[in-house]
Antibody, heavy 121, light 113 residues
Framework: EVQLVESGGGLVQPGGSLRLSCATS????????MHWVRQVPGKGLMWVSRINSDGTSTAYADSVKGRFTISKDNAKNTLYLQMNSLRAEDTAVYYCSRGTPGYSNSYFDSWGQGTLVTVSS | DIVVTQSPDSLALSLGERATINCKSS????????????LAWYQQKPGQPPRLLIY???TRESGVPDRFSGSGSGTDFTLTISSLQAEDVAVYYC?????????FGQGTRLEIK
């Protein structure tokens, strides 16, 4: 069974940093684009970032560009999201999700359970 | 950015009724080179991540009951639940993946009357 397990969320002060991880198993992580999507509790979904299979191509939502960095370690089957200069509006549940082979943008057929990031003083 | 707008925002129906949720994109998500619509539908229940229901506008994901169907092309799409079951209570989202940034509709909350 495909698994994606996020970790690293928590409470951080405005201006602070956090690094999220997404450990994956039971699929060929090294061959897929991977994505981060976030959701403010009780609100809708917002795509955050994507990375290609070998980690050489990335894209970001405008609201996080320059502050967040997506990366992946194919040897560890793990996806990361380094979040710097955090703002209150970054408070959300962050999900990692699996893309579709051959497509940079795609639907997401598997999602993790999410990790909550709270930015507050 | 492609803006995706769902209607209605909420819907309350009786068990066994047909549910129809609409999704409109601000520009076409039909890719002419492969004639595919880059549109997906998700179901999200409280405390859970979204679950993929439909992709390429009308292809049902494996394991999704056949009472769920997707239709439409270009800019106008519909998710239909043919006979509402109690377990279908959830929020439903459409998503366009035609261009970056990927965008979602605001969600439609489906309840039992």
């Amino acid at each position: 069974e495909v698994q994606l397990v996020e970790s690293g969320g928590g409470l951080v002060q405005p201006g602070g940093s956090l690094r999220l991880s997404c450990a994956t198993s039971e699929f060929t992580f090294s061959s897929l684009w991977m994505h981060w999507v976030r959701q403010v509790p009780g609100k809708g979904l917002m795509w955050v970032s994507r990375i290609n299979s070998d980690g050489t191509s990335t894209a970001y939502a405008d609201s996080v560009k320059g502050r967040f960095t997506i990366s992946k370690d194919n040897a560890k089957n793990t996806l990361y999201l380094q979040m710097n200069s955090l703002r209150a509006e970054d408070t959300a549940v962050y999900y990692c999700s699996r893309g579709t082979p051959g497509y940079s943008n795609s639907y997401f057929d598997s999602w993790g359970q999410g990790t909550l990031v709270t930015v507050s003083s | 950015d492609i803006v995706v707008t769902q209607s209605p925002d909420s819907l309350a129906l009786s068990l066994g009724e047909r549910a129809t949720i609409n999704c409109k994109s601000s520009q076409s998500v039909l890719y002419s080179s492969n004639n595919k619509d880059y549109l997906a539908w998700y179901q999200q229940k409280p405390g859970q991540p979204p679950r993929l229901l439909i992709y390429w506008a009308s292809t049902r994901e494996s394991g999704v009951p056949d009472r769920f169907s997707g239709s439409g092309s270009g800019t106008d799409f519909t998710l239909t639940i043919s006979s509402l079951q109690a377990e279908d209570v959830a929020v439903y989202y459409c998503q366009q993946y035609y261009s970056t940034p990927i965008t979602f509709g605001q969600g439609t909350r489906l309840e039992i009357k």
